[in-house]
């Protein structure tokens, strides 16, 4: 089985925020950088090339027609045919994704490119979906019509988008390849599509009766015994709103600041992660940047950043005699 390592990062922003409700998730890639994203890699021995904010301009030749309840659907399927080809250019490079969000729509493209790359290369990509929403909604069950929350639901192929890729490949995982953690608001209809689809879900529930450690070892060993790469998709709503206030469909009862370092921690251990999206940080709603902070801290986990590293009050005191 083979290990993923790698010394080189390529970040890309995705200044997305037509598929929420709430605007200011596009400003969400200046305040990973601002908060130091960058540098943080950089110290960790890894190589960073900043491609900067992806820019959709123009319009596009639309074969197919708008579906019902899908709010801002050419302006998301322009980014979703962006994203998808350039992240597929991305993996071709040999370096690791990261895309900086922007809302979960972004997933759309850069998981369908991640995808597209790994099906040729003989592997399954597995995605693990850190967020508090489960995104599985389709334009025949959403409530909202926004499409962030049919995300998760695009990327396994479920019916209702399917003009949204165009004339880019395809390349949808199966079912069994989504991992769904930390999930703590679900609509009815979607609840009962995922029952039929048997999508794996560790709800908060899960997490409070068996602790997160054994259930992000479950999803560990199911992507390594079958040789995967794993997408992780890390929504900041994921956390505990007084973790990270700067989102704009915050739900209580979130993973805690240690549970989501232990997370980071164990997938970096795991060897395994091939890619990551960054989304939904609204820092129009942050405290003084506190979310985007958390953020890049806890990617600093993802890769390979100790405790003993970072810089804590502990680390301050000065040794007893």
Known sequence: MEDIRTKRIALLGAPIDMGASQRGTLMGPAALRTAGLSTLLENLGLE???????????????????PENANHYREIQRWTRALSRQSYELARSGALPIFLGGDHTLSMGSVNGMARHCSETGRELFVLWLDAHADYNTPATTISANMHGMSAAFLCGEDGLEGLLGEEPRASIEPDRLELFGTRSIDKLEKDLMRHRRISIADMRAIDEFGVGVLIRRVIDK???????LHVSFD?????????????TTVPGGATYREAHLIMEMLHDSRRVG???IVELNPFLDERGRTARTAVELIGSLFGQQITDRTTPSNAIAPRD
């Open 236 to 248: 900041v709503d994921f956390l505990d709103p007084a973790v990270a206030p700067g989102v704009g």
């Open 275 to 277: 890619s990551v999206d």
């Open 223 to 229: 992507v390594r015994a079958r040789d995967g790469v």
């Open 48 to 66: 960073v090339t900043d491609h900067g904010d992806l820019s959709v301009n123009g319009t596009i030749d639309p074969t197919d027609a708008p």
